[in-house]
């Protein structure tokens, strides 16, 4: 069960509105490595979590704490949105940078919202429950986690540079920070699962299931032109868990077959041959 | 520009049709994380590759082979539909446990695509461009195709236990090598690009913009009851760059205000004291 | 069956061409509550309805009367069109301020449609089934489309604002007393109805399954800190059927359990003790 | 800022699993009107209520709420998903009626969440943020919100009589309690602001600009062969606001013209008379 | 405008219930080439025809008789569902052939309309505006309609062997009927449009314009090994238009150069160089 | 399996920087009839194609072909886009016209993709796998492969106008070639295979199952007002196919009945006749 406090986690302050940005900024909002998807991932995580109380615990924390990252970005966008509307529009369309800046604002912040924040991108796309990850894999969660902040942060910085308004920068330098943290926290995470199990997901399939098929655990498949993909570490050395040596194959031969499907019954309706083969009914 | 050879890359020969698991294949075919995800997300990649010439062969290397795991998923899903057509449906619905299988098919394998492989999930849910990541940052984008090899490689081991098709099984052993390969070669990337410029992404934002929030970056935020949580590598310790040590707030407070809103334009129509604000026509 | 008349059921004479003001107007086109939503609703609930004669005749007239508001909001955006073509463009781009508009305008209205309307919302997102309700109960689907126009009326509202356009604001005031009187049609049907079934939906549910948990159907649970929302009719007085007195529970505690899932069997691979747990293959 | 309890809000114990009841128990989790849905639309509705603190405070505790209705139900699906992991799914084969639930299973619930709830409806479509209406116009919302606990109670109603699990039951009776409850509150809130704003919305929208066209808000077109619907409380007698009496018009002809639009400019490349109208390059 | 007819446009009466089967129509009702599908094309197509009053009166033709198909499908569904009530699945439960047909039904025709039609196809996907083409030029859409008449009836020939239900098969028989009346229509149609501007589209773009890259247009490229592609219409003789010959290129070189892309301004955040470039804040 | 060559099929060399047509270029990369699209599309049929060796070839030759034209218009949308970071934006504000550019263009070219190609449309709508059309019937699919080329040729010459970057137009035309020749190709292909089974897909649906209804084969049904349409090809004379004369039935009478569906039973909870049915636990 969860409870709500009135505060916001960090102070939101914008200096100016700014419809054009509150379109942008609807990007880390409502976009796929937005505050929706790393709120929703991480409930969903926890939620589903199946053993390891301290992983549940952890998710419960973070998962909690995004869903307070929302509420500023809406704060936030609806400060950038305050002066955007008819009435206000209007007076705009006689400057024309302001004009530009209102007709590249996206309607639906006038529409739809009445000035509030919405939950899509900043293309309007309703965020979706596939932009989040619950795979009852820890590692593999883990790593979605990890790159999830990563998208987040890199969208969030680039952000930054796209306004000069004091008070939005302060509020994403609290943002940066948190991500940065995020980052380091589930790259502990991964460590700690990694010492555990071994580094490929998943650890549990049967080893002597896959003897067989071993040695493609190694083989690096050239198959665009050139080889400069030769000079990476992928290409020479041992894999990362010392189990094998990296093997570049420059010219790689397919090894199966050329395939050729069966026929179709007839009212599969394939119109091959149709005087051929009679109908069943 | 590419080219294509008539043989697979890897055989793939069914033992015996089965419609319900041909449904479940095409998770990995269509769905979130299967082949033509990773085939476009490293395509994507490679096509938007500024500067890094080893890195853009390499993802054009792995994309290129990605388009051929498409193409053996097709050859293995037809070979599932075999026998699925309307004519044997009604033999199979004599027997209840082929009823069954009949009854849990996908029927667009039917009606959609006459017994071949859909560019869809296991719910029938079509593939769709939000699945991939091409974001132009190398490391974020190596994070990414990280955790997809490892998502479709934990979904292509649980496939395997939902089988006794060894024809399927021999198939799926060959993917699970490859997939084990580029979860190393991934890892591979990741660790040369974090020694050049560091495990936070993205690593070119200007440090003295981070500082005043810098504190906000190694504080662990304990906001769901229970301390389990304080057991990870993310509660003690350092982060994993050596930058600071992390901190754990077992009862954290909020640092933000109660932003209350301003009251919106008239012509918004919100309903808030009609009858005491004039209208702007 | 159905059968059409060449005449619009109102007349649309724009003044003048706005491509900007074209896309804005796709929400009340293909948005969610646009004239394409009302229309598949009402004639999917008129299809499907099982018994009530007058209620299904009647979905069936106004599901009929609004497929002609979609003709007429096409007629309204390709009048908005004309003039937007690629060489009105380059004669545009010369004044900044109509540069802005031709700026904003949705690219699709001259590469995909080439001048029409389109069945998206203003953003361009395609109109969907989801959008659209039909569920079996009467009551539940009056609400349902009391909402719509509802929406859908304070979008055409807010879009008067947003343009000068006399000949567009004409035929927006009928569409606006259209959207007046179908919510009264729908506000007289619900009354109708919760006379004759009780106001909670649905009202079939037998009484003595609810008897049990019956408290909580008149508790207030405050959840987020301060208490003024204990002023509204919602928190004090009886339940508007009257059949309980509102209690305010200003600080609720959880009723359940702490709940700790099983750990899943090895062949899910979630990694969480993998030395120990035997796989079964 | 939210805060999270380790405690469930109601108990939720399952008697025995149930793979295919599992799938349909998502569409009140993931669905269009389930969990997830109520809980993102009062969050957001909260978010972004400019003044009227009541409602606003009002919003943040119901949605509050709702964020564990969302838990709950993840807890509710585990349970039913326990047992069918592919090790029981072989043995489940051998009896014809546990083959067909098995069948009829959500091959995500295996494949994608390793037996964990997801964030879908029951067919597996991903939930979206086009679920959610958070208009800013307060009298709309709360129809909106109305509308979502009836459709949502009946789904659960109607889920109830499709499993014998005492458990189960137990757990949706007080769910039903509470969509009981909700219905009552926003019922309470509508009555409020159509006490004070008037019944249509919006009410804001300036009476002298309808005048011309006033006549159509009272008017009922039959367009539907029949006059069954001439017996409802829509037809006849005054508007819910007593501003008019409802007329029944009988056979309504069109007031428009027939619309015939201009012919495109010549690189719109419509292919009409392209012999006859020079191209401006 | 439009108006509406009780009869359906030919008799729809199931001789039993069969809600998997009820499911399997759904394609042909909100599937990608359903009822719906050339329903909303056809009157799109309508209402945005620029000039061409026959077209445009025989799209509003055909449009209408559609809405009709929509009509009919609802019927022909709801009467497939009738007898699958939860009521009906406990005793459909005892026998496994039932119990896999009710295992192997849509849910949300039980849970979300109540027995009725759903705007979506046969794995419960919505209808969306995706699915239709109106594009402005005649020749262009004609094909799109012949195209989707002609995956329209092999659906349906499809579900005709999935059922032996003598009263579905009828009301089929009357769809087929049509939907090969539709396709010589658009044959027909096609045969106008090609004979007044020749067979490629558009027709209208300045001959002069293609000079230089006409070469281009008579070429087949072989890219695939093998040369089996050489044996068709499209690799030998002349072009449908009699403009030039074919020819076919066995092994062919690529003509562009390697491109090599510049790299961005640092507060992309690309991390490449991350030390040499100097930030522009 | 597949294989890449360094160079691009064609050159792509853009004069200068304009990210507003960048946004509009993704209509023809990721739209519904872009690159993206027609590459899938071959792909999947040659795939899935059973039978027919020398179509399967084809499929492949021109399925490889286009992949090469998505990594075209990959490298000319980020040419576009080189200049139109937030550094450069800055400056950019000064000019209004280039403002107005700037406002219009797509801020996912910055903030996701980090100025390089999206799976997008021209509004960001991502590509999915719903615009593809592989239906296992050779003539339905060559049909969907015509039409394809059509929409996708008129888009091309469309945008063709909406720029004067010589680099651009160049690449272009080497696209509209292309694009005429597969016109071409796909007409040479229809007409093989009609010739073969005759002009009706699916030509194997069983005459004798059709007789009964055939009338209905040949009426043009006219349900709109007004009788233009009546001066058409397909309401004169013959079938394409000879086997029948049209008729124009100028004011058609449905044929079927008024369908009255059956009350539903009480726990669908419809809320018709609450009092009168009892109740099924």
């Known amino acids: ?23 942008q900024v609807q990007e880390v909002l409502g976009g796929q490595f937005g505050e929706m998807t790393v709120m929703m991932q991480y ?34 966008i609806s400060q950038l949105l305050d002066g955007a509307s008819p009435e206000d529009q209007e007076e705009a369309a006689k400057d024309p940078v302001t004009a530009a800046i209102m007709g590249g604002m996206n309607p639906q912040h006038l529409l739809v919202s009445g000035l509030g924040g919405l939950p899509t991108n900043s293309n309007g796309i309703p965020w979706n429950g596939n932009y989040i990850v619950a795979s009852g894999n820890l590692l593999a969660d883990m790593r979605s986690n990890l790159h999830a902040e990563t ?26 920070a948190r991500d940065r943290y995020h980052q380091y926290q589930w790259m502990a995470a991964i460590q700690e699962l990694e010492e555990k199990n071994g580094v490929v997901v ?29 000079e990476g570490l992928w290409a020479t050395g041992s894999a990362p868990d010392g189990t094998g040596d990296f093997v570049y194959v420059a010219d790689p031969a ?5 395939y050729k499907p069966e026929i179709p019954p007839t009212n599969i309706h394939h119109d091959l041959d149709v005087a051929k083969v009679p109908l069943k009914k």
């Open 202 to 230: 998943p650890a549990s399939f049967p080893p002597e299931a896959e003897l067989e098929s071993q040695p493609e655990a190694y083989k690096f498949w050239d198959l665009s032109e050139g080889n400069e993909s030769s």
């Open 43 to 76: 409930l969903f995580q926890g939620f589903n979590c199946r053993g390891g109380e301290k992983y549940k615990d952890m998710l419960m924390d973070i998962g909690t704490e995004e869903i307070g990252h929302v509420e500023m970005l809406c704060a936030m």
């Open 151 to 176: 998208q987040g942060r890199l969208q969030v910085a680039r952000l930054y540079h796209m306004t000069k308004d004091e008070g939005v920068r302060a509020a994403f330098r609290k943002m940066l």
């Open 1 to 23: 069960m969860f409870r709500h406090q009135k505060e916001l986690q960090f102070e939101v302050k914008v200096d100016r509105p700014d419809p054009l940005f509150a379109r």
């Open 254 to 258: 397919p090894q199966g077959q050329v």
